[in-house]
């Protein structure tokens, strides 16, 4: 057996532990809609706020639960997106959706994300809301960069970007909406595409 038949079933070894240790069915795509509905969400938001609370927001009006509520749906939306999509993918590459490294990925993402979750919902109680957009963008990059050992497509970076954003809006929080938009809406969608075009159009 030659030096490159070595080298060739070395990297099918690879692969193959890639392979068993990581959830490799995300779909690209559900990232796309991803942004598409944070930007959505945004727009509705603004002109809210805009229109009849000009440009302030108070935590005991109802424009405040119109946006709590228009955010949940995006992330609603999100996840039921999320799933659905990378459950057609997995049978379409006749892949387990849920074994021991998608449980992995989603406790290692839960973690952060729920305590993130706890932590703004506590500060809200408290009249705190103006690093709120900031602190959802970190914990979001955390959960991120905390699940990526366990996942395909280098998602740690797209966590960086979020932490990094996230940092720059708790430092200004006048532009925290601008940067919320460009890491749940923007980000989102290019993130999306690199990984369809690279992963799911196979």
Partial sequence: MSDKDYLKDISEIKNLMNKSSRFISLSGLSGILAGIYALIGAAVTYYLV??????????????????????FLVAFFSVITG?????????????????TSSRRLIFNFLIPLVAGGLYILIILA?????????????????????????????IK???FIEIVLGLIATLYPGYGFY??????????????SIMHFKYDTK
């Avoid at 805009?50 to 955010?71: C, Q």
């Fill in 50 to 71: 805009n229109s009849y609370s000009y440009g302030v927001l108070t935590l005991d009006g109802w424009i405040f639960r119109t946006v709590m509520l228009v955010l």
């Fill in 157 to 159: 970076y797209l966590g």
């Fill in 179 to 192: 940067l919320w938009v460009i890491g749940f809406g923007v980000m989102h969608i290019i993130y999306g």
């Fill in 126 to 154: 408290q009249g705190k809301y103006g690093q709120t957009g900031g602190l959802m963008l970190i914990f979001y990059g955390l959960a991120l960069v905390s699940a990526s050992k366990y996942s395909i497509g280098k």
């Fill in 83 to 99: 799933i659905f999509l990378t459950t057609r993918k997995a049978k379409k590459n006749n892949e387990k959706i849920w074994d």
